[in-house]
Structures are given as structure tokens and as C-alpha cells.
């Protein structure tokens, strides 16, 4: 079974660009989450979503940053204008009841901004 | 205010020894707990999960956790290192809420393995 799914690995950008992060989530979860890793903080929930509708974005850490889930099967995590702060790690990741409630998580996409 | 706690940054351990990593939590219900091993460059791979039961916990590639609650630790344990292990650990709570929750998740314990 394919796991979670993002998109691009990897990305280097200028400061003041758009950034936009791609999940596909395991199909069937209906839970979908997005971390951010950073040396300095660790992982850090951003936002999560139960059926495509955002439960707790407290973590999001402004307004430049911003999260939508359309449908079950894709999510995006958009940074517009990026900052060198932004510079991260953003893991995607999705759970279900019928995955007992266990969280797996993508490979991240490894964000940096000049 | 629910917390998990990895109260070591870095172990090193040799091939073959023994190695636990200590995972302390804060919660005020029966905890949900986790242990995920992430190799540089890699995403998060769960190795083991404690929801209820049977207090010690198999987990894969030969990791075992035990859960105790006098203790409020859910410490990682394997009896013979291998050098593949050498990566970094992070305990996590389930702060389940509601339906379905987030992650909390410890520091991470970083693991160099000397052959």
C-alpha cells in the first residue's frame, strides 16, 4: 500500500516567494496532519484536519502561512511570502480509526529559503 | 498540560549493547503513547504503540517499550544494538481530545551506535 505522499522533496527558494507543499494522505485515513521539524523546536503540530475540515490550527505560526484539504485525497500547506525563518522540514501525515488511530507520516519536504 | 519528556538529547552505545531511551509523560487520562525512529533524511517510522493491555509492547526490528503508570515513563528498549540503529528517537502522546487527535511529541533522543 502507497503511504503518504509529498511533494517536492526537496525545495530552495528566495524570500518573498510562494511556497506551496503537496500531501496525499494514505487512502482511506481521514485524518490528516501537518508538522514542521526544526533543530531549534522540534516537531510541531501545525494544523490538522478531520474529514477535509480543519479541526485545530493553533499552530500555525501566521498569517503567511495558510492549509487546505478540498477533498480526502489532497491537502496543501502554503507559505506566501516565504521567509529564511521558514526553513524546515513540513511533514504531512494521516491516521484513521481503522488504523487505530495511529499517525504515519510522509517523508517531508525539505523547505529552504534564501 | 499534557508533555512528553526524552530527558536524553545523545546516547552512544556499542554494537551489541543494550540501549534504553527514557520517554516521561504528562497526562491526565490513560495516555495513548508512541515511539517513532526517523534516520537522517527520512520521515518518522513507527516502531511501536502502547493504546491499552499488556503493559510491555513489541515493536519492530527487535524494539520493545514498557508502559508505567506509577512511573508515568514509557521507556524504549533493545537487548543488542545494531549499527543501522544509529539514528534519532522521539516518544510521542496521543492527545486525543476528541474524535482523533495530534502528536506530542518529545525532543527526539539522538542514538550513535560505536562498532
Known amino acids: 500500500d502507497a503511504g503518504v505522499i509529498q511533494s517536492p522533496r526537496h525545495e530552495v527558494t528566495e524570500m518573498g516567494q510562494e511556497v506551496t507543499l503537496r500531501c496525499k494522505p494514505i487512502s482511506g485515513h481521514n485524518s490528516l496532519f501537518w508538522y514542521r521539524q526544526t533543530m531549534m523546536r522540534g516537531l510541531e503540530l501545525l494544523i490538522y484536519?478531520?474529514?477535509?475540515?480543519?479541526?485545530?490550527d493553533s499552530g500555525m505560526p501566521e498569517d503567511r502561512f495558510s492549509a487546505k484539504m478540498p477533498n480526502a485525497s489532497f491537502s496543501t500547506l502554503k507559505i506566501q511570502p516565504s521567509e529564511p525563518r521558514d526553513s524546515a522540514v513540513y511533514f504531512c501525515?494521516?491516521?484513521?480509526?481503522?488504523?487505530?488511530?495511529?499517525?504515519?507520516f510522509g517523508e517531508g519536504s525539505w523547505l529552504t529559503v534564501v | 498540560a499534557q508533555s512528553v519528556t526524552q530527558p536524553d538529547i545523545h546516547i552512544t552505545v556499542s554494537e551489541g549493547a543494550s540501549l534504553e531511551l527514557r520517554c516521561n509523560y504528562s497526562?491526565?487520562?490513560?495516555?495513548?503513547l508512541f515511539w517513532y525512529v526517523q534516520s537522517p533524511g527520512q520521515g518518522l517510522q513507527l516502531l511501536l504503540k502502547y493504546f491499552s493491555g499488556d503493559t510491555l509492547v513489541q515493536g519492530i526490528k527487535g524494539f520493545e517499550a514498557e508502559f508505567k503508570r506509577s512511573q508515568s515513563s514509557f521507556n524504549l528498549r533493545k537487548p543488542s544494538v545494531h549499527w543501522s540503529d544509529a539514528a534519532e528517537y522521539f516518544c510521542?502522546?496521543?492527545?486525543?481530545?476528541?474524535?482523533?487527535?495530534?502528536?506530542?511529541f518529545g525532543k527526539g533522543t539522538k542514538l550513535s551506535v560505536k562498532p
Open positions: 510521542a502522546l496521543g492527545n486525543y481530545g476528541g474524535s482523533q487527535g495530534n502528536l506530542i
Open positions: 501525515a494521516s491516521s484513521s480509526r481503522g488504523s487505530g488511530n495511529t499517525i504515519y
Open positions: 497526562y491526565g487520562a490513560t495516555p495513548y
Open positions: 484536519f478531520n474529514n477535509n475540515v480543519p479541526i485545530d
